[in-house]
């Protein structure tokens, strides 16, 4: 009896078996895209933090802003843009707050300093109403604006009012 090894396929070639130059360059650009997308869309993502940290800490100067209002009397809030004024037309602060450890740490951002600067200016004028308490009430706009590759700005505004919250405090 004799035992001959059982092989289903016949035998080709052995360029029949491999992939073809014009296969594997195909794949390598494939691959290649799919390294491009996938770094683009980290590059968003973190452009995207990078933007939301921006508005976040915009916000916040805003509101530490408006909040400073509440301690004027409204003797000091009428005579805005006068010369015995107590409130500043134009202000800055840095991105990273002067009361935090941040600034000087190299931790959480890789840079050292302040980062960036916002700029803002400050305008109290009548509320604009036409009921019998305008006069009573003055409209407050405090707008902020910083570059970081881009000029961006943020605006924010509120009412004050003579009967208002400052007569609590004093």
């Not at 869309?41 to 530490?64: H, K, M, P, W, Y």
């Not at 509440?70 to 809030?77: A, D, E, G, M, T």
């Not at 706009?141 to 943020?154: D, E, K, P």
Request: glycine share 8%.
């Amino acid at each position: 009896m004799k035992l001959r090894p059982h092989n289903p396929l016949p035998s080709p070639d052995r360029g029949v078996l491999a992939f073809s130059i014009v296969e594997a360059l195909v794949a390598a650009c494939i691959v290649g895209v799919l390294f491009v997308s996938l770094y683009a869309g980290i590059t968003a993502g973190f452009g995207a933090l990078n933007s939301s940290r921006e508005n976040l800490r915009a916000t916040q100067v805003l509101i530490d802003k408006a909040e400073t209002l509440r301690l004027y009397s409204w003797y000091q809030i009428a005579t805005f843009g006068t010369s015995t004024s107590y409130i500043p037309s134009t202000f800055s602060e840095s991105f990273f707050p002067a009361t935090t450890n941040y600034s000087d740490s190299t931790v959480s951002t890789n840079a050292t300093g302040s980062g960036f600067t916002y700029y803002g200016t400050v305008s109290i004028a009548n509320s604009g109403f036409t009921e019998n308490y305008s006069n009573s009430m003055k409209r407050v706009t405090i707008t902020l604006n910083w570059t970081n590759g881009v000029a961006r700005s943020q605006t924010l505004t509120t009412f004050v009012g003579q009967y208002g919250i400052q007569n609590y405090i004093y």
